[in-house]
């Protein structure tokens, strides 16, 4: 966290929030300066009319320093056989600075987050959860905690004549061209503590390794289309979340992004991981990804939904899995909001745990819906807090009923701190 301390020491002015002046935040004209605003981790995007919550500052060296990030406090309480209970937060934080040329825009951006911290025993409870490892096991029925360093990243972008833009990203710990945007940064999400079941067959390469990405983008009117590629380090990250790691570019994607107006923008990629799991190593797997986002405001309330499929298949076997998911986020005005989830994803045998056979193989479907409520409680110029909770109720596919109960459930309580308004 000593670059936050440098940051503010170095630019002690104060912040002002990025919707407090339209020539420095609102929505995006066209999709090529919705790229631009680089608000999400790595090149991924989100409807031009979006407006992220942000601090925003000028420098007099022509730097546009901006700082945004949340915090969440949640008691999390499940039922079942397996259902577990923790007190535990979930947090990020991103600063970032851009500076404009004639010709085009750099953009130098960092993400921190003190989940190895905050989160004890390496995860939290998650009733169906997989991915990742814990003391050398596969996690089951909890969610792992994100790196420290989420993200280290320097962008370039060139605008090509009046309508197009070359983009070049580089990351020593970035976000490729695979799936929509993480979830969390997702304006759909932006109320939901938990990962999505989903993660891992949908927006689990958000933190990567080694990442080289390029793209090219083309306006067209308010709508426009987007091209990219990217090479990175297929490996997840180890159970060690305080450092950095390093590897081959070993894997690849590509991402064709189309904007159907400042409302909606659509996304499909397609990439191959080389042996993504430490303890599956033999394993290469090619996945899928599409979503459809939204993002539309009526008055004082604005509505941001997704809809997302993803889809792991291992090389070499006939085994597929899939993930999919629809959420929404319902703002009332500004301090009130109401989201849901329903996801059916695929699970496999992993999810058995110790009684699972050598090889990971499918083991059937899990329906999850969620709904949930927040009010906001505090707001100063630089964020605000909302209190709130959620419900989360599951269907348990046949082989796991044994061991979870037909319909378990578990209720978040959560406190919400975010930068910016």
């Not at 339209?22 to 979006?50: D, Q, V």
């Not at 022509?62 to 937060?89: C, I, Y």
């Not at 990742?132 to 370039?156: C, K, R, W």
């Not at 390794?209 to 590629?229: I, K, M, P």
């Amino acid at each position: 966290m000593r670059f936050l301390l440098v940051f503010f020491l170095l630019f002690p002015a104060p912040f002002i929030s990025a919707q407090s002046s339209m020539n420095m935040g609102g929505p995006a004209a066209s999709l090529t300066e919705n790229i631009m605003r680089h608000a999400g981790s790595g090149t991924s995007l989100e409807p031009g009319s979006t407006v992220p919550p942000m601090l925003m500052k000028m420098t007099s060296r022509q730097w546009m320093l901006m700082l945004h990030g949340e915090a969440f406090v949640v008691d999390q309480q499940q039922t079942g056989p397996r259902g577990n209970d923790k007190l535990f937060s979930a947090n990020w934080v991103m600063p970032m600075a851009q500076r404009s040329f004639e010709t085009g825009q750099l953009t130098l951006r960092a993400m921190f987050s003190l989940e190895p911290a905050t989160i004890s025993g390496r995860y939290y409870p998650e009733l169906f959860q997989q991915g990742e490892t814990a003391f050398g096991h596969p996690i089951v029925d909890g969610q792992h905690p994100h790196n420290l360093f989420m993200e280290i990243a320097g962008i370039y972008d060139h605008k090509a004549g009046s309508r197009g833009l070359l983009t070049l990203y580089a990351a020593p710990v970035g976000d490729p061209a695979l799936g929509p945007i993480a979830f969390p940064h997702r304006a759909s999400a932006a109320y939901d503590p938990l990962a999505p079941l989903s993660h891992h067959l949908q927006d689990s390469t958000h933190i990567a390794y080694d990442v080289l990405t390029g793209g090219a983008a083309l306006n067209l009117g308010h709508a426009g289309v987007r091209l990219e590629a990217s090479g990175f380090h297929g490996r997840e990250p180890d159970e060690n979340r305080w450092h950095i790691e390093a590897g081959a570019l070993d894997s690849w994607s590509g991402r064709l992004s189309v904007s159907a107006g400042r409302d909606w923008l659509g996304q499909y990629s397609v990439g191959r991981l080389h042996s993504p799991e430490a303890l599956h190593a033999g394993e290469d797997i090619l996945r899928q990804t599409a979503s459809l986002h939204l993002h539309h405001a009526f008055g004082p309330a604005a509505l941001d939904a997704a809809a997302i499929w993803g889809r792991n298949h291992t090389l070499g076997t006939a085994e597929n899995t899939n993930g999919y998911l629809l959420e929404g986020t319902l703002q009332l005005g500004s301090r009130q909001a109401l989201w849901t989830r329903i996801e059916n994803a695929d699970r496999t045998t992993d999810l058995l745990g110790p009684r699972a056979p050598g090889d990971e193989t499918f083991l059937g479907r899990v329906q999850a819906y969620t709904g949930g409520y927040a009010h906001q409680v505090a707001k100063w110029s630089g964020g605000a807090a909302s209190l709130g909770a959620q419900f989360t109720g599951y269907n348990t596919p046949s082989p796991a009923i044994a061991l979870y109960g037909e319909h378990p459930w578990g209720i978040a309580t959560l406190l919400k701190v975010r930068l910016g308004n």
